[in-house]
């Protein structure tokens, strides 16, 4: 079974639920980090953007110390003078382009759809207070289209895919899109997705009624986190996301490769904010760090103990790939739960 989400993947190992389960149920972990699965390509654009010498680039903490393909991260560029702020929200990057109009204030925007509203919510309102020095670098990446790709996709096929007898759904991702989407990919691909809330007993209650399913040979999409998830999601978040946004032709991911229609880019309407359209970003394929198994571990082939820099030349102190970074990466799971039982 693959728990999609890394919040999930923190739960299981964090209170040792794969150690109450069977030797028969294995847990296989997804690429549902957004820190995760965004490529160096883009955190190099990332850095290009902080470099530049009138801009503020605004970025959330874990996405500062993913190393580009030159070594470099955000974190380390903002020690040689670039003026990066750690944010939690993009209203706080709103905010620090309002108190400084005369520089540039760009977001770098990652994430899911339980991201992707709030940075709408922003250049909603950057319009309405007609603030010019205001954009959005957007990354911002798809559930369903993710969780398809790693049963179909030709460049995940081209890597090896393994055998997934179900999938536990994102919890707040779910929030916002409902558990309809999931009823394609359901029936498509005949597996079964329970989404569950990041809870000991929600990610236990929700590998129950997957195991259920796969016996009864069921592939239906049903929701254990009842408390916070409907059918039809945040509909309110939903349309706002619609207005800003539209579907991406391409995206390449970490670990998946180039996924079509997998991401949102920002409407030509809203082009005033789009930072790649004012700074002439393009993006550009790197590899990932030599000797990285992020990609192979992302598409749930490898554990992160099969990795030879796994605790040794990789630490969350000094990570080479994102898996180690982000407090959603299954590498920094291992780590913190694992790595010394
Ligand atoms: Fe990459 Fe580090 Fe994980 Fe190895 S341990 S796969 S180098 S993040």
Redesign the pocket.
């Known amino acids: 079974l693959m728990e999609f989400c890394g919040g999930h993947t923190h739960a299981i190992f964090r209170y040792g639920i794969q150690d109450l389960l069977p030797d028969s149920v294995q847990m296989i972990h997804g690429p549902g980090c957004p820190v995760c699965v965004l490529p160096v390509g883009r955190i190099d654009n990332a850095i290009a953007l902080a470099k530049l010498p009138n801009v503020t680039l605004c970025s959330y903490g874990d996405m500062m110390r993913v190393p580009g393909s030159g070594k470099d991260t955000l974190l380390s560029v903002k020690a040689g003078g670039a003026d990066v702020r750690m944010v939690y929200s993009c209203l706080d990057a709103l905010r620090i382009a309002r108190e400084q109009p005369d520089r540039e204030g760009v977001f770098f925007a990652i994430g899911f759809e339980t991201t992707t509203p709030p940075t709408a919510l922003a250049i909603q309102t950057a319009i309405q207070e007609g603030l010019t020095n205001f954009t959005v670098f957007c990354n911002h990446v798809l559930t369903p289209s993710a969780i398809s790709s790693i049963l179909e996709s030709p460049y995940v096929r081209e890597y090896g895919t393994i055998p997934i007898d179900g999938f536990i759904g994102p919890a707040h991702v779910s929030t916002v899109i409902g558990s309809n989407p999931y009823a394609y990919f359901a029936e498509e691909y005949q597996r079964p997705v329970v989404i569950a809330g990041f809870e000991p007993l929600d990610v236990l209650q929700a590998i129950l009624m997957l195991v259920r399913q796969v016996n009864s040979g069921r592939h239906e999409v049903e929701n254990e986190y009842t408390r916070a998830v409907t059918a039809t999601g945040n509909m309110k978040a939903q349309r706002l996301v619609a207005e800003i946004f539209e579907l991406r032709k391409t995206f390449e991911w970490r670990g998946l490769g180039t996924i079509p229609y997998s991401a949102l880019q920002i409407k030509a309407a809203y082009a005033d904010f789009d930072a790649a359209e004012r700074f002439g970003i393009t993006y550009l394929s790197k590899p990932?760090?030599a000797?990285?198994?992020?990609g192979?571990?992302i598409r749930g082939l490898?554990k992160?103990p099969?990795?030879?820099?796994?605790?040794s030349?990789?630490?969350p102190d000094s990570?080479?790939?994102?898996?180690?970074?982000s407090a959603e990466?299954?590498?920094?799971a291992?780590?913190q739960y694992r790595s010394h039982t």
């Open positions: 990932d760090p000797g990285c198994e992020c192979a571990i490898k992160p099969d990795c030879a820099l796994f605790g030349a990789c630490t990570p080479v790939g994102s898996c180690m970074v990466g299954a590498c920094a291992y780590y």
